[in-house]
């Protein structure tokens, strides 16, 4: 009875353009005591269907703010509230009120709502995700991305909303210099089904995913990962300069970075990873060098027990200062063993072995030698066996 008579008053004062009635009227039957839940929920409905029917800017934001403050606090209208809340971001960002539109859309909880269905909850999440990066509100974003579980774009139809998701990802974990973790983005981005059957979109999104990989600080995952990127994905070889790339550091040898400049520099500086225009590409060109010189250093410790400090100069085009720099990170990193002699200008690669560890080859190389001796003997006592027979 309530709900249909709270509907008709609504109707008739939005049906005739008396929005200043409609506000009051709608703000009274919400006061009124012991009021129906059912009833509320019914009448701020149908109130929000003239949201969009409103003459003009000013009238449709009191309108909004006037059911915004009928619904604050009620659990059975949150669904409502947190959409009308998005009605008013809208129109602030329309205005360019970003800081104003990001503080109102954080006040929703909407995390916490059980009447709103997952989709909706995730999208309004993300809106929330997406006012923080215009806002550069990095901390906040990341905080907020932490409310949606990544499971939830396994269920079917959720793809634009992954994309979404992993897109505002690759913003903040740039900004933050996180080369693995955009690396994994893209790779989530590549393995969604829109991306994976166009032809016209993978190769960029796999190419971005091979670049930022190669761009990571050397470790037991980013290594894993560019071995697993070469051996399983077929279609890195479509790609012929990333599939160049990656061979050359899964490969231990030498990679001079001149010749790196002058095979992938043509090609990858129009990329927006290291585009010659903006200070980030440059900035991340100059980290691709400093991995390419990171490789060098293992490969030249792997093969190495000893070298001249100037050898080491030739082996990596670099001055001997920026040589003994590079050691000493990757020294620190813990990816290689060495010890520089200034006076000597040697640098040390073998590792010294304690006693204990001596002792260990020592049993092991004998145990060895027993091994072999024990396996000779029985081969010539099969010998003898045979040769009696015979």
């Not at 974003?141 to 579980?149: F, R, W, Y």
């Not at 990802?169 to 973790?181: A, F, G, S, T, V």
């Not at 100059?286 to 100037?310: F, G, M, W």
């Amino acid at each position: 009875g309530s709900s249909q008579l709270f509907v008709r008053i609504v109707s008739v004062c939005g049906g005739s353009g008396s929005w200043a009635l409609l506000e009051q009227d709608v703000a009274a039957m919400a006061k009124k005591h012991g009021q129906l839940k059912q009833a509320i929920a019914k009448m701020v409905q149908s109130a929000m269907e003239y949201v969009d029917k409103t003459p003009d800017e000013q009238t449709r934001v009191e309108l909004i703010e006037a059911l915004r403050t009928v619904t604050e606090g009620k659990i059975h209208v949150e669904v409502e509230r947190a959409r009308l809340t998005r009605m008013r971001v809208a129109i602030y960002e329309l205005k360019g009120q970003i800081k104003e539109a990001c503080e109102t859309l954080q006040e929703v909880q909407v995390e916490t709502y059980g009447s709103m269905d997952k989709r909706e909850k995730t999208d309004f999440i993300l809106e929330q995700m997406r006012l923080c990066l215009a806002k550069r509100d990095y901390i906040r974003l990341a905080i907020i991305s932490h409310k949606i579980n990544p499971k939830f774009f396994q269920t079917d139809g959720t793809e634009d909303l992954k994309l979404r998701f992993y897109e505002l990802m690759i913003q903040y974990d740039l900004h933050e210099e996180n080369y693995l973790e955009v690396c994994r983005h893209y790779k989530q981005v590549y393995e969604t089904n829109v991306i994976k059957d166009d032809t016209a979109k993978w190769p960029a999104v796999l190419q971005n995913m091979v670049l930022y990989l190669v761009l990571s600080p050397y470790g037991n995952e980013q290594s894993d990962m560019l071995h697993r990127v070469q051996k399983e994905d077929h279609n890195l070889e479509k790609l012929e300069l990333c599939a160049q790339l990656v061979k050359g550091f899964t490969t231990m040898e030498l990679t001079r970075w001149p010749a790196v400049e002058s095979i992938y520099g043509g090609e990858f500086r129009k990329t927006d990873v290291f585009s010659a225009q903006t200070e980030d590409g440059n900035k991340r060109w100059l980290a691709l060098r400093d991995r390419v010189i990171e490789h060098n250093i293992r490969v030249i410790a792997k093969y190495y027990t000893r070298a001249s400090t100037q050898r080491l100069t030739e082996l990596l085009d670099l001055p001997s200062d920026d040589v003994e720099r590079f050691l000493s990170k990757a020294v620190v990193d813990g990816t290689i063993y060495a010890r520089i002699d200034r006076p000597a200008g040697v640098v040390n690669f073998a590792k010294p072995s304690d006693s204990e560890e001596q002792l260990n080859g020592w049993a092991s190389d004998v145990s060895k030698l027993l091994g072999l001796v024990e396996k000779t003997t029985h081969l010539i006592a099969k010998e003898e066996i045979v040769n009696k027979i015979a």
